[in-house]
């Protein structure tokens, strides 16, 4: 069974810096692209980001680029989001998903990241 | 303004048929596979169409999904009240090397 768990979500100012986590498990991470997308509480759903499946091709939203770093570890199976220079509007829950053609076949439960003063 | 655009709300009767649009263009739709999820209340989406006219296991044939030139359809046959969720579609857009999602349909079945 395809499993996958974000972590890392918190309140945190604007300005700050937080990482995500997804830990994949169910399936041969090594063999698939994954995939970041959030949503604000009560508004759509919004693409942040993917990774190929050796970590060596990007893509990001134009919104998150700069800003956002993802990364992944095959020997754990572990998909990560670095977001620094947080903003209010990063507010949101954070899925992860392992990827067909850029979107999610599978979703994580979302993690909530919170950028406050 | 979502680069896809979805009605914001659509509605039918149980038993009736319902289609929900999504517009784009050359860059996205026209050339990329559309991807169609159902999102309940506080729950993660689900996917319900990949491939643009694909089910994946599990969904049933009352949910079907098109695509012509540069719009796709998600239709639902039959509709049950466990039907009332919101839907987003969702595919890559080749000029922005993003992904992009429609704003989201609400369906209510009266």
């Known amino acids: 069974e395809v499993q996958l768990v974000e972590s890392g979500g918190d309140f945190v100012q604007p300005g700050g810096s937080l990482r995500l986590s997804c830990a994949a498990s169910?399936?041969?991470?090594?063999?698939?692209?994954m995939v970041w997308v959030r949503q604000t509480p009560g508004k759509g759903l919004i693409w942040v980001s993917r990774?190929?499946?050796?970590?060596?091709?990007?893509h990001y939203a134009d919104s998150v680029k700069g800003r956002f770093t993802i990364s992944r570890d095959n020997a754990k199976n572990m998909v990560y989001l670095q977001m620094s220079s947080l903003r209010d509007e990063d507010t949101a829950v954070y899925y992860c998903?392992?990827?067909?053609?850029?979107?999610?076949?599978?979703w994580g439960q979302g993690t909530l990241v919170s950028v406050s003063s | 303004q979502s680069v896809l655009t979805q009605p914001p709300s659509v509605s039918a009767a149980p038993g009736q048929r319902v289609t929900i649009s999504c517009s784009g263009s050359?860059?996205?739709?026209?050339?990329?596979?559309v991807f169609w999820y159902q999102q309940f209340p506080g729950t993660a989406p689900k996917l319900l169409i990949y491939?643009?006219?694909k089910r994946p296991s599990g969904i049933p044939d009352r949910f079907s999904g098109s695509k012509s030139g540069t719009s796709a359809t998600l239709g639902i046959s039959g509709l049950q009240t466990g039907d009332e969720a919101d839907y987003y579609c969702?595919?890559?857009?080749?000029?922005?090397?993003?992904?992009?999602f429609g704003g989201g349909t609400k369906l209510t079945v009266l």
């Open positions: 998903g392992r990827e067909r053609w850029a979107f999610p076949d599978y």
């Open positions: 169910g399936f041969s991470f090594s063999s698939y692209w």
């Open positions: 990774i190929n499946d050796d970590g060596s091709i990007v």
């Open positions: 050359s860059s996205n739709i026209g050339n990329n596979y």
């Open positions: 491939d643009s006219d």
């Open positions: 969702g595919t890559w857009d080749s000029s922005l090397t993003a992904g992009v």
